[in-house]
């Protein structure tokens, strides 16, 4: 299996060399490892090149999707590797996503558990409640959607289909697209990725909270996914339907005592999740009245 690994990044300088030795360290080494540098302002570039990589740079921003969309056009592997520029792989990451596709001609993309690398509240708060699916070493498995920080897709089961170019849901659109065509998402707990994002202060978790929320209103409007009758009855929202749900996961996972510790900020951060769902819903109906106007 030739695998291409394609690594979008912006403004990532302090971890993305990280990643792309990670890349490079696998018990069955990629083909590439592609680095697609989306109109960076630091020297991203400059550590991606130094650890290894070939960059990509992108002439304007183009947002996560259109990285890896940029990614995947240079690509020459069988298959494409997606890594965040803020994660680091396990050495056996491509071997068994081969052993994988392998086992089953029907799993189009196998995708990994999310471990959290940055130990303390800021790091355990947006652990659990932007990965709480995916913190569990459950049984192995279809979903019907997986996160794309660290996911290999085979090439021929994605075609011609690419990411929208945004940093909202891209990852889910593409999923579920791909799914479309008939193949199966495959969760592999054995595959262990570690997330170390730099969100570390109250501001970066407020800020990501919020963004989450408009990426739950956004995908809500436009793709079939679990939650649509809040678009239609946002009230649902008051009474923290994520935050059971990830308090349940985290239950299950094992970490009921961080579940109790961490409480008040759990809450905090659905409310500024809801707030940037009602911020997206609010925006939307400003565009749809504009449209109206000049149509």
């Excluded at 740079?57 to 803020?86: I, P």
């Excluded at 996503?97 to 392998?102: G, K, L, Q, T, Y």
């Excluded at 649902?236 to 349940?248: A, E, G, I, N, S």
Aim: net charge positive; aromatic share 8%; charged share 30%.
């Amino acid at each position: 299996m030739r695998a291409s690994v394609v690594i979008p990044c912006r403004n990532a300088e302090r971890t993305v060399g990280d990643a792309v030795r990670s890349a490079f360290e696998q018990t069955e080494p990629p083909l590439e490892v592609l680095v697609v540098d989306d109109a960076s302002t630091d020297s991203s570039a400059d550590a991606a090149r130094s650890a290894g990589a070939r960059v990509i740079e992108n002439g304007r921003r183009r947002n996560a999707g259109g990285a890896r969309n940029a990614g995947m056009d240079a690509a020459k592997g069988d298959v494409f590797a997606f890594l965040d520029a803020d994660a680091v792989a396990p050495r056996d990451w491509i071997e068994r996503a081969r052993r994988s596709f392998e086992s089953d001609p029907g799993i189009a993309a196998v995708g990994a558990r999310i471990a959290n690398g940055r130990p303390g509240r800021w790091g355990e708060l947006d652990w659990f409640l932007n990965h709480s699916e995916w913190i569990r070493d459950a049984r192995p498995g279809p979903r019907r959607n997986i996160p794309t920080m660290g996911i290999v897709y085979r090439r021929d089961a994605v075609g011609d289909t690419r990411f929208p170019e945004t940093n909202s849901g891209e990852d889910t659109a593409f999923a579920l697209a791909v799914a479309a065509r008939g193949g199966k998402l495959w969760y592999e707990p054995g595959i262990v990725l570690t997330h170390r994002h730099e969100r570390l202060d109250a501001l970066a978790f407020r800020d990501k909270q919020a963004a989450c929320g408009r990426t739950i209103y956004r995908t809500r409007v436009a793709l079939d996914r679990p939650g649509r009758v809040l678009v239609k009855w946002p009230a649902l929202l008051f009474l923290f339907p994520h935050l059971w749900v990830t308090l349940t996961r985290m239950a299950r996972a094992g970490y009921a005592g961080k579940a109790v510790t961490l409480f008040p900020w759990l809450v905090a951060g659905e409310v500024h999740r809801i707030r940037g769902f009602f911020e997206a819903r609010k925006a939307s109906s400003h565009e749809g009245a504009l449209r109206e106007k000049t149509a």
